[in-house]
């Protein structure tokens, strides 16, 4: 009885999963995922989240507590608490009602470092209406010591129910939390609750959940740990509930009904798992390493399709303030120059011109099409003495006078699946790449090959526009070109391991981008250069 007191577990699934879903679970699975937690004995249930807008039903998102009521079983559990968040900033106390026990018991604020008092200064509007306030210091990793200590002398002058260490970025090791915990359970008033929200992008919320609560076992302080059900939560997402519940039923005599736990998860879950994406990844391991705000790693890989490594460099050239935050027009800014990379191309170009100028120039992009039908490809380029160029790529069976990439991932990938004709090709690279020791190099500015206006402007398939816009200054009698495919369902290259990771829709988004791509340069070298498709292609320009 004395550790059901001290530690109490939190499931913040209908709250953080929001992120996920756009609050829109859906009225059956609210209901179904509320009444089933309640029944396994979940001590707190995070139902969502309290916003100024109306409440839109089937979503988690309300805009008073009355609109929860059709959401939760009546009678309550009493020995349930029922919790909603707002954010300090972004939701006005005067829309809450008085507490009538109809709906939830508590509310949760969350605040940033710069604007302790302004969350603070919310318990009492919350507890003049009857609710319990609860509060979340966001990024508590961001804190000194002395912050700290400053916060918690705050914290025990206003008394709320609990105040939560929260690893924002999940940044956070067993070193950090345990500094941090000394400084909370040494110095907090022993009457208010700790509590533990982590993210998982260094894989270590379970483990810092373990700790957690093994640091308070013998400790005044009672505590809360949050999870959620699958770890379902914003980017690398959150501990497991059902592996914080079976922990704390086998270590700490609690007695969570994990049936019920994972026949919550068989019956509302599966649907949102097969949906969408939560959970470690190496770009949430990057956010994580260097603490930045999940939306830049969501907005370079939406926008920009970045990959891994060139993630991991604008993130880490981003000072403190800027990976913290998320200001898509800086963070534009920081991409854009990591890619345009001035270097002096005039005798690259030159070099170029001087072996390409009057010649029929083929170039072979890494789609289905070149690989089925090479010896439709191989006939054109013998009838017409080409210049065979591949394109972010090499294709088994074909010979090339040079190799063009602008991508630096297509580039490694190249190098190692296809050493020798790597090796003896000449390559034509734009700046953004990392050639060093590659004698066999001829570099291009990036930035005077790319063009904007659409919204995949570089997705990578995008290096076919850019080679034929580098063609286009070297003045060639003719363009041909094979591979240039797009997407459609099932598999796009003849090589399994230069497929995009992305989903039917984008797929046809990018197929219009690249169409419109295509129509532009169509219509800018109208006149003065000629484009035949030796393959078929949903790209080409009829007229």
């Given at each position: 009885m004395?550790?059901?007191?001290k530690?109490?577990?939190?499931?913040?699934?209908l709250r953080?999963?929001?992120?996920?879903v756009d609050?829109?679970?859906?009225?059956?699975?609210?209901r179904?995922?509320?009444k089933?937690?309640?029944?396994?004995?979940m001590?707190i249930?995070?139902?969502?989240w309290l916003?100024?807008?109306?409440?839109?039903?089937?979503?988690?998102f309300?805009?008073?507590p009355d609109?929860l009521i059709?959401y939760?079983?009546?009678p309550?559990?009493?020995?349930?608490t029922?919790?909603a968040?707002?954010d300090y900033?972004?939701?006005?106390?005067?829309?809450?009602?008085?507490y009538?026990?109809?709906?939830?018991d508590a509310?949760?604020?969350?605040?940033p470092?710069?604007k302790?008092?302004?969350?603070?200064?919310?318990?009492?509007p919350i507890?003049?209406?009857?609710?319990k306030?609860?509060?979340?210091?966001?990024?508590?990793l961001?804190?000194?010591?002395?912050q700290?200590?400053?916060?918690?002398?705050?914290?025990n002058?206003?008394?709320?129910?609990?105040?939560?260490v929260?690893?924002?970025?999940?940044a956070?090791y067993?070193?950090d939390?345990t500094?941090i915990?000394s400084l909370f359970?040494?110095?907090?008033?022993?009457?208010?609750k700790?509590?533990?929200?982590?993210?998982?992008?260094?894989?270590?919320s379970?483990?810092l959940?373990?700790?957690?609560?093994?640091?308070f076992?013998?400790?005044?302080h009672?505590v809360i740990?949050d999870?959620?059900?699958?770890?379902?939560?914003r980017?690398?997402?959150n501990?497991?509930?059902?592996l914080?519940?079976?922990?704390?039923?086998?270590?700490?005599?609690k007695?969570?009904?994990?049936?019920?736990i994972?026949d919550?998860?068989?019956?509302?879950?599966?649907q949102?798992?097969?949906?969408?994406?939560?959970?470690?990844?190496?770009?949430?391991?990057?956010?994580?390493?260097?603490?930045?705000?999940?939306?830049?790693?969501a907005?370079?890989?939406?926008?920009?399709?970045?990959k891994?490594?060139?993630l991991?460099?604008?993130?880490e050239?981003?000072?403190e303030?800027?990976?913290r935050?998320y200001?898509y027009?800086?963070?534009?800014k920081a991409?854009?120059d990591?890619m345009?990379k001035?270097i002096?191309d005039?005798?690259?170009?030159?070099e170029?011109?001087?072996?390409?100028s009057?010649r029929?120039i083929v170039?072979?992009?890494?789609?289905?099409s070149?690989?089925l039908?090479?010896?439709?490809v191989e006939?054109y380029?013998?009838?017409?003495?080409g210049?065979v160029?591949g394109?972010?790529?090499i294709?088994?069976?074909?010979s090339?006078?040079?190799?063009?990439?602008?991508?630096?991932?297509?580039?490694?990938?190249a190098?190692?699946s296809?050493?020798?004709?790597?090796r003896?090709?000449?390559?034509?690279?734009?700046?953004?790449?990392?050639?060093?020791n590659d004698?066999?190099?001829?570099a291009?500015n990036?930035?005077?090959?790319i063009k904007r206006?659409?919204?995949?402007?570089?997705?990578?398939?995008?290096?076919r526009?850019?080679?034929?816009?580098?063609?286009?200054f070297m003045?060639?009698?003719?363009?041909a070109?094979?591979?240039?495919?797009?997407?459609?369902i099932?598999?796009?290259?003849?090589?399994?391991?230069?497929?995009?990771?992305?989903s039917?829709?984008?797929?046809?988004?990018?197929?219009?981008?690249?169409?419109e791509?295509?129509?532009?340069?169509?219509?800018?070298?109208?006149?003065?250069?000629?484009?035949?498709?030796?393959t078929?292609s949903?790209?080409?320009?009829?007229?």
């Amino acid at each position: 009885m004395e550790m059901d007191r001290k530690i109490q577990l939190l499931d913040c699934t209908l709250r953080d999963g929001s992120y996920i879903v756009d609050s829109k679970f859906g009225t059956s699975a609210i209901r179904g995922i509320i009444k089933r937690l309640q029944d396994a004995k979940m001590d707190i249930i995070e139902c969502g989240w309290l916003k100024n807008e109306p409440h839109k039903k089937g979503t988690a998102f309300y805009h008073t507590p009355d609109d929860l009521i059709q959401y939760l079983s009546q009678p309550k559990d009493p020995k349930t608490t029922y919790v909603a968040m707002i954010d300090y900033n972004r939701y006005d106390i005067n829309n809450l009602p008085f507490y009538d026990g109809n709906s939830i018991d508590a509310i949760r604020v969350v605040f940033p470092k710069d604007k302790i008092d302004e969350g603070l200064a919310l318990a009492d509007p919350i507890r003049n209406r009857g609710y319990k306030v609860f509060f979340q210091a966001a990024n508590t990793l961001g804190y000194t010591d002395a912050q700290i200590l400053v916060l918690i002398d705050k914290i025990n002058k206003v008394k709320p129910e609990a105040i939560s260490v929260v690893d924002t970025f999940g940044a956070m090791y067993g070193d950090d939390l345990t500094r941090i915990l000394s400084l909370f359970s040494h110095n907090l008033d022993p009457e208010i609750k700790i509590g533990f929200h982590s993210h998982n992008n260094l894989q270590m919320s379970f483990a810092l959940a373990v700790q957690f609560v093994d640091s308070f076992a013998s400790k005044a302080h009672s505590v809360i740990i949050d999870a959620s059900l699958c770890g379902m939560g914003r980017g690398a997402g959150n501990a497991n509930t059902e592996l914080v519940a079976g922990f704390l039923n086998k270590k700490y005599r609690k007695d969570y009904d994990i049936n019920l736990i994972v026949d919550t998860i068989d019956i509302y879950m599966t649907q949102f798992l097969n949906s969408y994406e939560w959970g470690y990844s190496i770009p949430y391991y990057i956010s994580g390493t260097y603490q930045s705000h999940v939306n830049n790693i969501a907005y370079l890989i939406k926008n920009h399709k970045t990959k891994s490594r060139d993630l991991k460099i604008i993130i880490e050239g981003l000072d403190e303030n800027a990976r913290r935050s998320y200001d898509y027009n800086n963070l534009e800014k920081a991409y854009v120059d990591y890619m345009n990379k001035e270097i002096d191309d005039y005798s690259a170009k030159d070099e170029l011109k001087t072996g390409l100028s009057d010649r029929n120039i083929v170039l072979i992009a890494p789609g289905n099409s070149a690989y089925l039908q090479r010896a439709e490809v191989e006939g054109y380029i013998e009838r017409h003495n080409g210049i065979v160029i591949g394109i972010n790529s090499i294709l088994p069976g074909y010979s090339y006078d040079y190799l063009f990439f602008s991508n630096a991932m297509r580039y490694d990938y190249a190098k190692e699946s296809n050493p020798d004709m790597f090796r003896k090709t000449k390559k034509i690279v734009t700046s953004n790449i990392n050639f060093v020791n590659d004698k066999n190099v001829i570099a291009i500015n990036f930035n005077d090959l790319i063009k904007r206006g659409w919204k995949h402007f570089d997705i990578a398939e995008n290096a076919r526009f850019l080679c034929l816009r580098l063609m286009d200054f070297m003045a060639p009698s003719e363009i041909a070109v094979a591979g240039f495919d797009g997407y459609d369902i099932g598999e796009n290259y003849y090589d399994t391991n230069l497929e995009l990771n992305i989903s039917l829709k984008e797929k046809e988004e990018f197929n219009i981008d690249l169409k419109e791509m295509m129509r532009d340069f169509v219509e800018m070298t109208k006149g003065h250069l000629k484009i035949y498709f030796i393959t078929p292609s949903r790209f080409e320009i009829k007229g």
